[in-house]
């Protein structure tokens, strides 16, 4: 199946414009080859765990369906979503890239209050912001009131996102 083709019947009310974004989501050099038949079965095993809104967890593994309505706003530079149930932070920072943070503020622990400017997340509790470049990157809840968010490695495979959380 064709990766465009794979991804309408993913989710066929997607528009063109989403498919074309999730298409370019490939590395250059990734040819537009058929899925292989294991690749086929852990797209079955994995789009029946999705949860109503594009994401499950399985142990320290959260798979994101970027295809759902919940992350297309994925598609543009600097935007992000937070997974709060999760513990991620989604950014999109450039063309090819979706990092991943834990979504922890190294302050006081609050999930739900980030803001993203200027390369930085700040965390509206008290104020702090952290840089997402991996530059002193500060623990979870340590009192921390500079310094990086701990960033997660992820993988793409379709449209689909895997963060593997430490
Ligand atoms: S909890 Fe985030 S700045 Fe205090």
Redo the contacts with the bound molecule.
């Keep these: 199946m064709k990766r465009r083709n794979f991804i309408q019947h993913l989710c066929p009310a997607l528009s063109i414009a989403e498919i074309a974004f999730l298409a370019s989501c490939q590395k250059e050099d990734e040819p537009m080859a058929p899925a292989t038949t294991e690749e086929e079965k852990e797209f079955q095993r994995i789009s029946a765990l999705f949860n109503a809104d594009g994401f499950f967890q399985e142990g320290k593994s959260v798979y994101v369906n970027l295809a759902h309505k919940n992350f297309v706003k994925l598609s543009d530079i600097s935007s992000f979503s937070n997974i709060i149930e999760a513990g991620i932070l989604l950014l999109k920072t450039d063309e090819t890239t979706i990092k991943a943070f834990n979504n922890c503020?190294?302050?006081?622990?609050?999930r739900g209050?980030w803001v993203y400017s200027n390369g930085r997340f700040k965390?509206?509790?008290?104020?702090?912001s952290y840089n997402t470049t991996e530059t002193n990157p500060v623990a979870c809840d340590s009192n921390s009131?500079s310094g990086g968010l701990v960033r997660y490695p992820v993988t793409l495979f379709k449209t689909y996102l895997k963060v593997t959380k430490s």
């Design positions: 503020c190294p302050h006081q622990g609050a209050s965390c509206e509790n008290h104020g702090n009131i």
